[in-house]
Structures are given as structure tokens and as C-alpha cells.
């Protein structure tokens, strides 16, 4: 991990985390708030345990304790929260972040931790909400709508579109609505949403795919749509036929087969056009297709 130090702002690349210590206190404590208590040989140490603490927002630096050690404690509020709980305790000093928390952003429906994302803070949303502030409530077992605007994909140029999972767990789906625009893989060839109707893929219609950011296919899976073979002509693996299905299908749902798959919380997955994905034979492909997606969540971490 990567640490720096700008004035009394610290910084992580890695996990996105920037406190800045506002002010330091001679002779008070924050009571009632503490959620760790440490014994540390370096006095600079305990602004330093803060930061690596995610709930801590506040600490309290005490003198030496009989082992030779300084107090530690770390809390997971203020005084401008809890002014009350700001008393005189000799010895000690209080020091305090910009506390970008302290207006409960979180809606109520989940933990808000300071420092985090551009708009300095996060909140960790309770089992059944979602969103930057917890405030979309959702059941198990039903879809979720992943994006907020819709999300595009052309059929060249790597012009794929991309999205994160909010929430960690495993699904059993995912669907694709159509909102506007078409494709086509060829300039005589029909307009499509999802693929391409070409003589050579006979039943074969639907070029559209959900990939990890590193391009390998995570939807649809060979065991729930049929696929052609790897190696055969240009692209052919990743055109298919999904029961049910056509490349102007309204929406397309891929079942993840016979077991869920696992997502974690905010994993990036991308949406490709398969010629485009595969670099092959897209130089008269055109259009641009638009989307919303939706995934079923069968358990959340």
C-alpha cells in the first residue's frame, strides 16, 4: 500500500481512502465512541491507526501507560456530532477529521465511513438496499437494475460498453433490456439489437456478450446457450443461439446454468458485440445499441 502525506491530509491509492485532520485539542477526549483501544511505541502512530481504521473518525493521544507505551483510542464520531461527549482529560489530546459523515448520508438503511470515494464518504448498505446512499430498497429473488443511464455498445473500434456489480453475492441471471438503437454486421444485413442474421450462422443469431474487464466471456455460458465452436471461421465462438431469443428480442436474459455465479461488490463487467470483441471481420459493421441491465441476486454477502 501506498501512503503519502499532504500537509495533514493522508492518502491511499489503493484503497481509495483520504482523511484530513482538521484540528488537534490539548487536554479533552471524545467518550462514548470508541472502537479501539491501542498501546503505541511512536506517538505519530495513532493519526496514522486512524486512517487505516475505516470507522474511525475521530482519536484520542494519551500520556504513557505503565508500560511504557502511548493511549491510543480511536473513535467512530466527533464532537460536532456529539458535542456532549467532548470532556476535559488531562494529558490528552483529541485530534479530529473533516467528517464528510456527519450528516447521516446513508438514508438510514446502512454504515457511512469518511474518506472514501470523490465525494468523501461511503456507506455500506444493509442487507436489501443498494445505491450511493443505500436509499433503493430490493427483495432476493428479484431483478436489480444495475446501471443509473443507459449503456451503449457499437459493433467495431472496441466500442464495448461497461458497468459494475453494487453489491457482492452470487446470481442466477442476468437481462439485457433493449432502449434504443441497432446494429448491423454487414451493410446488406438487417438491423438487429443483440447480433447478426448471416445465411453462414444459420440458426445462430445473437452476437452479444457480458465479459469480465479482462475480455474473457462470463455470460452466456456454453452449458445454457448454443455456441459455436472456438477456431472454426471468424468469431464463430462468440455467436450463439439462445432459446427463446432472436437478435430483436426486446431483452435477452442469460441464465447462469445449473449454479450461481459469484460477483463481488463493485466488479467491472463489459458489454461486447462479438466480431467487435473478437477483432474480426467488424470493418463493415455499424450502429450502436443501448441497454439497461438487470441482474438476480439468489444470496448477498
Known amino acids: 500500500m501506498y501512503l503519502c502525506r499532504i500537509n495533514t491530509t493522508v492518502r491511499t491509492v489503493e484503497a481509495c481512502r483520504a482523511l484530513e485532520f482538521t484540528d488537534l485539542f490539548e487536554g479533552v477526549a471524545l467518550t462514548g465512541h470508541l472502537i479501539k483501544n491501542l498501546s503505541l511505541e511512536v506517538q505519530n502512530n495513532c493519526q496514522l491507526s486512524c486512517y487505516l481504521e475505516d470507522d474511525c473518525v475521530s482519536y484520542n ?17 466527533d464532537d460536532q456530532q456529539f458535542p456532549g461527549d467532548l470532556v476535559p ?3 490528552f489530546i483529541y485530534g479530529v477529521t473533516k467528517n464528510f459523515c456527519s450528516n447521516s448520508k446513508c438514508s438510514g438503511n446502512g454504515k457511512c465511513q469518511n474518506g472514501f470515494t470523490d465525494k468523501g464518504y461511503r456507506c455500506l448498505c444493509q442487507k436489501g438496499f443498494v445505491g450511493d446512499n443505500c436509499e433503493n430498497g430490493f427483495k432476493i429473488g428479484s431483478w436489480l ?3 443509473t443511464n443507459p449503456l451503449c455498445f457499437g459493433a467495431r473500434n472496441d466500442d464495448h460498453g461497461s458497468f459494475t456489480i453494487a453489491k457482492a453475492g ?3 441471471a442476468l437481462k439485457l433490456v433493449h432502449i434504443s438503437g441497432a446494429l448491423t454486421c454487414h451493410s446488406s444485413s438487417t438491423r438487429s439489437f443483440w447480433g447478426c442474421e448471416v445465411s453462414s450462422y444459420g440458426k445462430k443469431t445473437l452476437m452479444t456478450l457480458v465479459t469480465y474487464i479482462n475480455r474473457t466471456v462470463f455470460l452466456p455460458t456454453r452449458e445454457t446457450a448454443d455456441m459455436g465452436e472456438p477456431g472454426h471461421t471468424c468469431a464463430t465462438e462468440y455467436i450463439y443461439h439462445l432459446q427463446g431469443f432472436d437478435d430483436v428480442s426486446t431483452e435477452i436474459i442469460f441464465n447462469t446454468s445449473s449454479k450461481t455465479l459469484p460477483v463481488k461488490m463493485n466488479q467491472g463487467f463489459q458489454i461486447w458485440y462479438g466480431q467487435d470483441l473478437s477483432d474480426c471481420s ?11 441491465v438487470y441482474v438476480w441476486y439468489d444470496t448477498i454477502y
Open 145 to 147: 437494475k444495475v446501471n
Open 89 to 91: 482529560r488531562d494529558g
Open 61 to 77: 493521544l494519551g500520556p504513557k501507560n505503565t508500560d511504557g507505551k502511548y493511549v491510543c483510542e480511536l473513535s467512530d464520531s
Open 282 to 292: 467488424e470493418i463493415n459493421n455499424s450502429g450502436q445499441s443501448c441497454v439497461n
Open 170 to 172: 452470487s446470481i442466477s
